[in-house]
């Protein structure tokens, strides 16, 4: 009896250590790619209402900055293209009193000439008409050179009117990805300026686990493979979820700290990524293990 006992016990043991002896192929930790969203323009943080943990959707707004600045520079601007555009009818109107001043001019010289014929007026009356006229013409080339600057001076104040815009819409927060709220950096009636880290955000839906392999495990592996990835659901038992391969590092390194031996850090090893659907309990920082054959 004790003999069959004793036989039993270490039936048990021998079986406990066999489980333990099981290695995964591969260990490493999960992460995910984090975005970190600055300010993109300088004033007071007017709305930002987000809370660390919250699940934010591509593209809502989630505050504004301060733009009263940029919309009374916009307004100026506004006020000093209407004034240049105001510039071509001015010209406008005096080349054509310049144009009816010679009109009445060559009339005058018309009659002035059938006049010497007559012997009724001097040579020196048709020489001064004349000099008016080329005076004229002058003023008239003149004043058309001034015009000729119109359009590229409206032009230069509608780009600059289209950076104010752009700067402006810049001012709106928006949140470019589908993801959650890692860490939350200011406050709303905060003054930030261009630049600043308002909030990091991380799309937690898709995990990568990252882990390291040797030289003569990299042969077993290829892009897009299944493997199985396990992390730790309790003391004793592990949760499965499919994994697959996205990304295997062309280029040796030296093992990570993270790994805890002294004799493991020393070798050479490849990063692998795998990506993981998480249901909600993979955690960035989490250590996990896959196996290359499910």
């Known amino acids: 009896m004790k003999n069959s ?31 970190t969203i600055s300010a993109e323009g300088t004033g007071k943080l007017e709305a930002f209402g987000i809370t660390e943990g919250q699940v934010l959707k591509a593209d809502s707004v989630l505050g504004f900055i301060d733009t009263t600045d940029l919309y009374l ?8 293209r209407k004034s240049v555009s105001s510039r071509k009818n001015s010209i406008s ?31 020196k009356q048709l020489d001064d008409l004349n000099a008016n006229l080329l005076l004229i013409n002058k003023q008239i080339s003149n ?23 752009a700067s402006i819409k810049k001012c709106i927060i928006k949140n470019p990805i589908n993801g959650t709220v ?8 905060e003054f930030v300026t261009l630049g600043k880290s308002l909030y990091k955000v991380a799309n937690l839906e898709e995990m990568n686990l990252r ?11 290829k892009l897009g493979q299944k493997v199985e990835v396990l992390i730790d659901s309790n003391e004793k038992e592990n949760k499965k979820y499919e994994g697959i391969i996205s990304w295997i590092s062309s280029s040796a390194e030296f093992t990570p700290k993270i790994i805890q031996t002294k ?4 070798n050479l090893v490849y990063a692998v990524k795998v990506k993981v659907k998480n249901d909600g309990f993979i955690k960035i920082g989490m250590p996990g293990e896959i196996n290359f054959k499910q």
């Open 5 to 35: 006992l004793y036989l039993f016990i270490m039936g048990v043991l021998l079986i406990s250590c066999s489980r333990k002896a099981e290695k995964s192929d591969a260990y490493g930790n999960f992460e995910s790619t984090e975005i």
């Open 263 to 266: 004799e493991e850090r020393v």
């Open 93 to 123: 109107t005096q080349i054509d009193v310049q144009n009816q001043q010679t009109a009445n001019l060559i009339v005058e010289k018309n009659r002035l000439e059938k006049l010497i014929k007559d012997g009724a007026a001097t040579s």
């Open 73 to 80: 520079k916009k307004l100026q601007l506004m006020a000093q």
């Open 182 to 189: 890692l860490n939350k950096y200011a406050e709303a009636n």
């Open 211 to 221: 882990v390291f392999v040797s030289g003569s495990q990299l042969p077993q592996l």
């Open 143 to 165: 004043i058309q050179s001034q015009g000729t600057s119109i359009p590229s001076d409206v032009e230069a104040l509608n780009k600059q009117i289209e950076q104010i815009n």
